[in-house]
T-cell receptor, first 111, second 114 residues
Framework: LAKTTQPISMDSYEGQEVNITCSHN???????ITWYQQFPSQGPRFIIQ???TKVTNEVASLFIPADRKSSTLSLPRVSLSDTAVYYC????????????FGSGTRLQVQP | DSGVTQTPKHLITATGQRVTLRCSPR?????VYWYQQSLDQGLQFLIQ???????AKGNILERFSAQQFPDLHSELNLSSLELGDSALYFC?????????????FGSGTQLSVL
């Protein structure tokens, strides 16, 4: 069952690119990688999902190497409003594990 | 707006009491999930229902129970409340049960047990 490991916290400045890496060494063949963003006192919000290579949307990019044992969420030119907790989830065959959020990465963006 | 509605937004009660949290999923979503988030804690998965049936169970205490009704709304019942049950309770919904489905979260119910 794929367990994820992320940095506990990261700091950045406005306008910089932020890359948050998630390790998932035991990812299964059919597992997708999904990232969520959570602001204080709000429910998490879906950011991006991928299976392999690179996925880009209007908010972020997700880079997944060929072995899929890690993934990197890239936030271009962050602003103060990107200060939040970011969670990496990897699907698993059993429902319970797939629904488990880790501790996430607390991103603090400074002016 | 995620389309998931949770009521009430805030709930203050005393130890030993029982409360019911309500969740209406997005239109068309058949799965409902309940999560608990204590102060500075991650999201703890409690339970999932799909089309009225329990689908997956997480770290849900025996004092807690949930159900999903025919109209697909769900209720989370918390009884014999303790101080440690104070937390944000989130409901989420998705179309089905595939593990790669997006979860849409409500704005949560803040429970304070005094």
């Amino acid at each position: 069952l794929a367990k994820t490991t992320q940095p506990i916290s990261m700091d950045s400045y406005e306008g910089q690119e932020v890359n948050i890496t998630c390790s998932h060494n035991n990812i299964a063949t059919n597992d997708y990688i999904t990232w969520y963003q959570q602001f204080p006192s709000q429910g998490p919000r879906f950011i991006i999902q991928g299976y392999k290579t690179k996925v880009t949307n209007e908010v972020a990019s997700l880079f997944i190497p060929a072995d899929r044992k890690s993934s990197t969420l890239s936030l271009p030119r962050v602003s103060l409003s990107d200060t939040a907790v970011y969670y990496c989830l990897v699907g698993a065959r059993t429902g319970r594990r797939a629904l488990t959020f880790g501790s996430g990465t607390r991103l603090q963006v400074q002016p | 707006d995620s389309g998931v509605t949770q009521t009430p937004k805030h709930l203050i009660t005393a130890t030993g009491q029982r409360v019911t949290l309500r969740c209406s999923p997005r239109s068309g979503d058949l799965s409902v999930y309940w999560y608990q988030q204590s102060l500075d804690q991650g999201l703890q998965f409690l339970i999932q229902y799909y089309n009225g049936e329990e689908r997956a169970k997480g770290n849900i205490l025996e004092r807690f129970s949930a159900q999903q009704f025919p109209d697909l709304h769900s209720e989370l019942n918390l009884s014999s409340l303790e101080l440690g049950d104070s937390a944000l309770y989130f409901c989420a919904s998705s179309v089905g049960t595939a593990t790669n489905e997006k979860l849409f979260f409500g704005s949560g119910t803040q429970l304070s047990v005094l």
